[in-house]
Each structure stands twice: as C-alpha cells, then as structure tokens.
C-alpha cells in the first residue's frame, strides 16, 4: 500500500490565485482529514470527512473548500489564495474515529504540502 | 478555549539516556492522549495512544503517563536514539467532538551521540 499520497509537493501562489491541493488513500479509510501546520506549531484541522459524500468544517475551515465524491480521494481547495494561507498542509485518514475499548484508530499522515502565497 | 500545550519547546539528551516529554492539558473531558512523532520533513507518525481511563501504557521502547489529577501527560523514551530526534507532538481527542484531534504546540528532542 502507498498509503496517503499528496500531490504536489511544493507549490507557490500569487495572491489571489487558486489551486487544489490532492491527496488520496489506498487503505480504504472512511476518515479523512485535512490540517494545517504554520512554523514551529502544531496541527489544526481544517476540514475533515467521516465518508464520500460527507464533509464538515474543523478548527480553521475559512478559505477553504472540500468535496469527498470517493473513499479514496479527499482535494482541498484554496479559492483566493492570501499570505495568511501560507503553511505545510497534510491529509490524513484513519478507519474510523474510535476503534474499540482501549485505543482509537490512528491516523495516517501524506508527506505533505508546502504552499508558499506570495 | 481547551487547548493542549507543552512545557518545554526543546529537549537535549545523550544517545542511550531515557527521554520524558511533558505535556500539559486543559480539556478535562477529552477521551484519548495520543502522542505523535513527526521527523523533519514528513508527516505526523503515531506513537502511543492512553485512554483517559487508563493512567500508563506501554510500547516498544516507549511509556505514556496520565494524571489526571495535574491534568499532565508524558511521554518517556527508554535508551534513547539518534533516531528519536524528531518534534513530538500531543493530541487530545474527544469522542463528542466529531474525529477531531487537538494538537499541542510540540517539543524538539534532539538526541547527542
């Protein structure tokens, strides 16, 4: 399995541009999940999907869109690309929230995505 | 808002010393403590995770402690390696909260040989 693959590695935007940010799994996953990673900090979850055809925004959702037609593919779009936006992005999937008693079911992480918005 | 946050930004330890990362929590009703290790240039990888139930696990080489009493999570590494140097990160995770996962700001381990 390849896992999660995101595409493309670095990109950078003028202002006001827009592009798609790809990112698929293999392992057949129900979860999937977009975060944002700004220098020196953690994650925050932008958007996320329990499953095609299911969406709902995260922590910092704004100035962003999603659409899950397929398990496998999970595109995050910038619109109006602005400076505020520039970070390292990573989609990440997992079978499903909770697994059983003791644990829950980890995420997977892609490499993730460098955008720079000049 | 409920956050998750770390006590020190850095951590310096000799190869083969044990290694402790804090982290502290505000959020008392998160489900699960996961602690995730991410190298230069990759994404977050899994480590560990604790039930909030449960005040110890144990993995391969590593420990996550809860109190949650000082609301307060470790994360030991016994015999610490080059490999381990990498940023590690907690997350905090509650069940209501749809799938998401909180994460703290990260603690930098750099392993001397």
């Known amino acids: 399995n390849a896992g999660v693959t995101q595409t493309p590695k670095f990109r950078i935007l003028k202002i006001g541009q827009s592009m798609t940010l790809q990112c698929t799994q293999d392992m057949n996953h129900n979860y999937m999940y977009w975060y944002r990673q700004d220098p020196g900090m953690g994650l925050k979850l932008i958007y996320y999907?329990?499953?095609?055809?299911?969406?709902d925004k995260g922590e910092v959702p704004n100035g962003y869109n999603v659409s899950r037609s397929t398990t496998e593919d999970f595109p995050l779009r910038l619109e109006l690309a602005a400076p505020s936006q520039t970070s390292v992005y990573f989609c990440a999937s997992s079978r499903d929230r909770i697994r059983g008693v003791s644990s829950y079911n980890e995420q997977f992480f892609g490499p993730g995505t460098r955008l720079t918005v000049l | 808002g409920e956050s998750v946050g770390l006590h020190l930004p850095t951590l310096s330890v000799q190869e083969g010393d044990n290694s402790i990362i804090n982290c502290a929590y505000s959020?008392?009703?998160?489900?699960?403590f996961i602690w995730y290790k991410q190298e230069s240039g990759k994404g977050p990888q899994f480590i560990i995770d604790i039930r909030s139930n449960m005040d110890k696990r144990q993995g391969q080489r590593v420990t996550v402690l809860l109190n949650k009493t000082v609301k307060h999570l470790s994360l030991q590494i016994a015999a610490t390696q080059p490999g381990d140097s990498a940023v590690y990160f907690c997350?905090?995770?509650?069940?209501?909260?749809?799938?998401?996962?909180?994460f703290g700001e990260g603690t930098q381990l750099t392993v001397n040989p």
């Open positions: 997350a905090e995770l509650q069940k209501t909260s749809g799938s998401r996962l909180t």
């Open positions: 959020n008392s009703a998160s489900d699960y």
């Open positions: 999907s329990v499953g095609a055809g299911i969406t």
